[in-house]
């Protein structure tokens, strides 16, 4: 069975970092594009950052870009959003989903991808 697990979420204080993980099972991610997504409270959900299978391309949402940093462990079947410099405004459910078909685009829209973990929730407050 297919499935990605996030991990890594929690409450931070604001200028804070938190590092959130994505793991595989029941398939190897090195197939497929990974993106993280998040939705606030309130809003829709949105694409915050990509990977390409290699991991040498990777594109961000303008309000995540020069915090945040996607990387990717093919060896580890494991994704990371490395989230530094954090705002209130970043707290939300992240997702990260894996596509085998699209590719990294530079807008990163949930439509391209076809399988989802449950989420990690981040709180940024004081």
């Known amino acids: 069975q297919l499935q990605l697990v996030e991990s890594g979420g929690g409450l931070v204080q604001p200028g804070g970092s938190l590092n959130l993980s994505c793991a595989a099972s029941?398939?190897?991610?090195?197939?497929?594009?990974i993106g993280w997504f998040r939705r606030a409270p309130g809003k829709e959900r949105e694409g915050v950052s990509c990977i390409s299978t290699s991991g040498g391309s990777t594109n961000y949402a303008d309000s995540v870009k020069g915090r945040f940093t996607i990387s990717r462990d093919n060896a580890k079947n494991t994704v990371y959003l490395q989230m530094n410099s954090l705002k209130p405004e970043d707290t939300g459910d992240y997702y990260c989903?894996?596509?085998?078909?699209?590719?990294?685009?530079?807008?990163?829209?949930?439509?391209?991808?076809?399988?989802w973990g449950q989420g990690t929730q981040v709180t940024v407050s004081s």
């Open positions: 029941g398939f190897t991610l090195d197939a497929y594009v």
């Open positions: 989903a894996a596509d085998s078909w699209y590719g990294c685009s530079p807008i990163i829209t949930p439509l391209e991808y076809s399988y």
